[in-house]
């Protein structure tokens, strides 16, 4: 089975990112049921051609896939759990942000009650949906994945992992935790550049080619930690101690706060009062198990 833009979509939650989701649907002229816990957030949709359901059990009623968006994973059983015996025989996919376990708690949940489960990491901000650079990592039910990819491929480039439901959000959560430390980085960076009057946005510009150019590093940071041999480093751990120290005065020199660089300057010390300094960087990964 495909779908046609004939197919009917349910989209539960119209926060931020529902509200993309929705408006990309209605776009591509999909009939598009929209639901909210608080209402009044329609609208616009509604006059783009989308129908509001007052209640979830109405929102579900059309038949196509059903797609959560809610906040968090006791969000989708608060909105779902009252609804469980109506959804027997449907298609959930989920693209709430919910930890691996609840994920895969949820694709358990799903599965006692007759319904097919998709789970969804979204890899974008809601101005990106339908635009490309957007891409959304799915796991579970590869039945559900298949016959609404054409739907899903409306939102955002798709792709599958398997059956395991808790796998996408895995992926989701590695990549939001590289891209945090990048932020947190960031931040401390414009800290120590006001302090010689250089502005945020002007730190930002210069900033985002430099993170660019590191990060072309990356694969051959991995293909090192799978081989589980530091012992030919580009650059070694006492080497970067040396320069995580010198951040550190820098930054109490300037008077700003350390918390950024903390967690790594006390996992190269520990390294190196192990022994470890000659070998390479990328050896602090197995300080993480
Ligand atoms: P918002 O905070 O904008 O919206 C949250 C939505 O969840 C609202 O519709 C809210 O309803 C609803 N909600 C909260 N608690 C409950 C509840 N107990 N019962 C029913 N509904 C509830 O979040 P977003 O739309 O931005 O994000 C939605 C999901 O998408 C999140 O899991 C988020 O992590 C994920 N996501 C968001 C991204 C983003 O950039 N925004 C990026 C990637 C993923 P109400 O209006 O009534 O409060």
């Given at each position: 089975m495909?779908?046609?833009?004939?197919?009917p979509v349910t989209i539960l939650g119209l926060g931020a990112m529902g509200r993309a989701l929705a408006s990309t649907f209605?776009?591509?002229?999909?009939?598009t049921t929209v639901w909210n816990r608080s209402p009044g957030k329609a609208a616009d949709l509604i006059a783009a051609g989308a129908t509001s359901a007052p209640t979830v059990e109405?929102?579900?009623g059309p038949g196509g896939p059903i797609i959560a968006v809610l906040l968090d994973h006791a969000s989708v059983h608060a909105t779902l759990d009252p609804v469980a015996d109506q959804m027997t025989g449907r298609q959930l996919i989920n693209l709430t942000s919910t930890a691996p376990a609840e994920s895969r708690e949820l694709a358990a949940w799903a599965a006692a009650h007759g319904i097919d489960y998709l789970d969804g990491g979204i890899m974008a901000?809601?101005?990106m949906i339908g635009a490309p650079g957007a891409a959304i990592l799915y796991s579970g039910s590869?039945?559900?994945f298949e016959t609404r990819r054409g739907i899903l491929e409306l939102l955002a480039a798709a792709e599958y992992f398997g059956d395991d439901a808790g796998f996408a959000s895995t992926y989701d959560f590695a990549l939001l935790a590289t891209m945090y430390a990048m932020f947190g980085g960031f931040l401390h960076g414009a800290a120590l550049m006001r302090s010689v009057g250089v502005s945020a946005a002007e730190f930002g510009?210069?900033?985002a080619a430099w993170v660019t150019a590191m990060t072309q590093s990356l694969p051959h940071q991995g293909r090192v930690i799978d081989t589980g041999d530091y012992t030919d480093p580009v650059q070694s751990i006492a080497f970067h101690k040396s320069a995580i120290?010198?951040?550190?005065?820098?930054?109490?020199?300037?008077?700003?706060?350390?918390d950024f660089v903390a967690p790594l300057r006390t996992l190269l010390d520990?390294?190196?009062?192990?022994?470890h300094g000659a070998l390479g960087f990328e050896r602090t990964f197995e300080e993480l198990h």
């Open positions: 495909t779908e046609t833009s004939t197919t209605r776009a591509a002229g999909l009939p109405q929102a579900i901000v809601p101005s590869r039945q559900v510009q210069r900033a120290d010198a951040i550190n005065r820098a930054s109490h020199d300037a008077g700003i706060a350390s520990r390294q190196v009062a192990d022994g």
